[in-house]
């Protein structure tokens, strides 16, 4: 059962959740207004986190460092915002959030966002900051992916360019949340309609349409959840029962299973899209809890030695 505090947000989350000015669902400032309602009501950024400047290649991003963080562990970050809106710096609290309980440091991607650059433009720049970690001295085993929302299914898409490149896998993945299928054909786009507080079938289908303009919304690359999981690394995912993307989630651990992938796919009970990032609620400390210890299990203090050599 959901805590009080959840349950709580939650019914403000709807209410003052905001609604078209204009009409207009092509507007492209209007789904970012929407986007940007999300990350304006994540928690305060940890006072003991330390934002840099940074670039991986071509790649712009931003480095992430926490009290007591290990060198040799690094989150490659992918933020969410409907391939259209976001940044490192919107999404701060909640990377620094999983750094800290994942005692790495990390490099949030600044990836280009559609429409002005559109699918499959983030997914290269997520394999160009990979590449990059590879070839200046990271090995693949210290380096672990996560994204939540779009950038949660961006990572499953890395992972399928990674290794149809012949690059060598990275440590482990995790998501939040994941937006894995832009067909949007989940059961729970249909069954958690009125019970998602935070986003609509109608605000991720022009966000699809703006991303992918005329490609085909099945295209593994854009939707991970149509691509073979085979030679993945170990994988933990985690979302809410009350949100439309809580099918994608699933779906993701069945593609897994199917694999024979060591994977952990846990839905909150009663919980929103990207719980995580709330200060209010008890299932997101424990959330994030869980994902940091489960990346300190695939990157352990003896990788650092074993990377060196």
């Not at 990390?106 to 002005?116: I, W």
């Not at 786009?189 to 966000?207: G, H, P, R, T, V």
């Not at 999981?229 to 069945?254: C, K, Q």
């Amino acid at each position: 059962m959901a805590s009080w505090q959840s349950a709580l947000f939650s019914r403000m989350s709807r209410l003052s959740r905001p609604r078209a000015t204009t009409g207009d669902t092509t507007d492209i400032e209007e789904l970012r207004r929407q986007f940007n309602y999300l990350t304006s009501r994540f928690a305060a950024v940890p006072k003991d986190a330390v934002f840099e400047a940074g670039q991986l290649g071509p790649v712009k991003g931003e480095w992430v460092r926490v009290d007591g963080s290990a060198p040799h562990r690094v989150i490659l970050y992918f933020h969410g915002g409907g391939y259209i809106s976001g940044s490192p710096e919107t999404h701060r609290a909640l990377i620094a959030r999983l750094c800290s309980a994942a005692s790495a440091n990390g490099f949030s991607v600044n990836y280009r966002l559609a429409p002005d650059f559109a699918f499959p433009a983030g997914l290269r720049d997520g394999i160009d900051a990979y590449r990059h970690l590879l070839q200046h001295g990271v090995d693949a085993s210290q380096v672990v992916l996560a994204g939540d929302g779009s950038g949660g299914g961006l990572v499953f898409a890395c992972l399928l360019a990674i290794r149809n490149a012949g690059l060598q896998m990275p440590a482990a993945v995790v998501a939040m949340s994941p937006w894995a299928d832009l067909s949007l054909s989940g059961w729970s786009m249909l069954q958690n309609a009125k019970k998602d507080a935070a986003l609509s079938w109608e605000l991720l289908f022009m966000s699809a349409r703006n991303y992918l303009k005329k490609q085909s919304p099945a295209d593994p690359y854009a939707s991970p959840i149509y691509a073979p999981f085979r030679d993945f690394p170990p994988i933990m995912v985690h979302a809410g029962s009350n949100e439309i993307l809580r099918d994608d989630a699933s779906r993701i651990g069945d593609r897994a299973a199917e694999a024979g992938i060591p994977v952990s796919v846990e839905i909150y009970d009663g919980m929103q899209h990207l719980f995580q990032a709330s200060a209010y609620v008890p299932e997101a400390r424990v959330s994030l809890q869980r994902l940091g210890q489960f990346i300190k299990q695939r990157v352990p203090d003896g990788v650092a030695k074993a990377a060196a050599g």
